[in-house]
């Protein structure tokens, strides 16, 4: 993971790219969202657009696209860009609220190159139809054995 975040960093440094905020998007991207912000030294928001509570999700994403209106750049951070659907949930949101989507990127630890979705950034790129593997990132592996075996299996076909 530190390797990765590192790649991150240096990819955007290449660029001379650098956000004015990082968000940590919950609950995978909320640890290398940390360790991004510190390496970087950026200040970091999350979200949680999965968890549905609305007032919450609803109020940030309008502060985060009204910052995006006033010209500043926003770099999302996740641990892995599987099927999509976060990152296409999330952009949607933003756009609805308005948001220039030209200050808005995406970084990841591990990107699919199937996805929906593509990424800005990425530490490393998989094909799922080759890589059937089920990353289990270091924060995930606190949980019970039993809960990352359902999880695996919420989307059989990734790991078949």
Not at 19 to 38: E, F, N, Q, T
């Amino acid at each position: 993971m530190v390797a990765g975040i590192q790649a991150l960093a240096a990819a955007m440094e290449s660029e001379g790219w650098r956000p004015a905020l990082l968000v940590g998007v919950g609950r995978g991207g909320l640890a290398p969202g940390v360790y991004l912000s510190h390496r970087m030294n950026l200040p970091l928001v999350s979200i949680d657009h999965s968890t549905r509570i609305a007032p919450f999700g609803t109020e940030l994403i309008a502060v985060l696209a009204e910052r995006t209106r006033a010209g500043e750049q926003l770099l999302f951070v996740e641990d892995i860009n599987d099927s999509g659907k976060t990152i296409g949930e999330i952009r949607a949101a933003l756009a609805a609220q308005g948001a220039i989507d030209s200050n808005i990127r995406f970084a990841v630890l591990i990107d699919n190159s199937l996805s929906a979705q593509r990424v800005d950034y990425q530490a490393r790129t998989i094909d799922r139809s080759l890589d059937k593997d089920w990353f289990i990132f270091p924060w995930e592996a606190m949980a019970p054995r039993e809960r990352i075996a359902e999880e695996a299996m919420e989307v059989p076909e990734r790991i078949a």
